[in-house]
């Protein structure tokens, strides 16, 4: 953590968790949710147990990504195994690395991936904890949903966080990627909460944000007697527009 580059990051990761853990945004409370930047072998990461909003970046340590990665493709591991792997990974800092650690390896490994935010928002998680979570993935609603989170976001089923989920959510996205060319800016994970990707922490916030409202949006029409999502036609025309390209490069760019 001696050259600028890493200092620089450790900043941009702390204030993206102290954003997500505002209290008007509703997407986390306590110790819930993790924030993760990628820094090419390494990646920096809030710690096990603290809040996002301390604010604090002696609530952050970097692990060594290309080790964590090994750990998800080595097959079984305990507890215990997991627990001390995760310390042995540390390169810097105090605090014990999350087994969300383990998630956001797998998320840092898709092409582009720079900063990962992991929440838990109320609209998101009612339907995520409902017989509806899949509305989130059967369908693009409107055009600025098509624009920030594309066209095929991904659900996950709920598996017992750690290494399982780790596994799953990497053997999905491979699969994913296969059968839609791209890997999605959105995962939601069953009963739990969702991971935005982004290229840099903007996208990574954009991403939440749109996916929160069209978790709103969702609520709002299934109340008023249920959704009517776009046609594939019209969405591949959206997310195909060039000045829906533009717009989205420029998002990016904020």
Same mark, same amino acid.
Not at 162 to 173: I, T, Y
Not at 182 to 191: D, E, F, G, M, T
């Given at each position: 953590m001696t050259d600028y580059h890493s200092i620089d990051a450790l900043k941009e990761v702390s204030s993206?968790?102290?954003?997500? /853990?505002?209290p008007q945004r509703d997407l986390v409370i306590l110790a819930e949710g993790n924030a993760s930047i990628n820094l090419g072998q390494s990646m920096l990461i809030k710690g096990s147990g603290a809040s996002m909003g301390s604010g604090g970046i002696a609530e952050f340590v970097e692990v060594d990504r290309v080790r964590l990665a090994e750990l998800v493709n080595g097959g079984t591991a305990t507890d215990d195994e997991v627990a001390a792997e995760l310390l042995a990974a540390r390169l810097w800092g105090e605090r014990r690395p999350s087994v969300e650690t383990l998630l956001h390896v797998v998320c840092q490994a898709l092409d582009g991936v720079v900063a990962v935010l !992991?929440? !838990?928002p109320t609209p998101v998680n009612a339907l995520l904890c409902s017989t509806a979570a899949n509305l989130l993935v059967s369908g693009s609603y409107f055009p600025d949903q098509i624009v920030t989170l594309g066209t095929n976001p991904m659900l996950v089923p709920y598996t017992d966080p750690?290494?399982?989920?780790?596994?799953?959510?990497?053997?999905?996205?491979a699969e994913h990627i296969g059968a839609t060319g791209? /890997?999605?800016?959105?995962?939601?994970?069953?009963?739990h909460g969702m991971f935005a990707l982004g290229s840099g922490v903007a996208e990574a916030i954009q991403v939440t944000q749109m996916a929160v409202k069209t978790a709103q949006v969702i609520l709002g029409a299934t109340s008023v007697g249920g959704v009517v999502p776009l046609s594939p036609d019209h969405a591949l025309r959206i997310d195909s527009r060039p000045d829906e390209l533009l717009r989205r490069s420029e998002l990016r760019q904020r």
């Open positions: 993206l968790s102290a954003w997500a /853990a505002e !992991h929440t !838990h750690g290494l399982p989920l780790a596994q799953l959510v990497n053997a999905m996205l791209s /890997a999605p800016k959105v995962i939601y994970l069953q009963n």
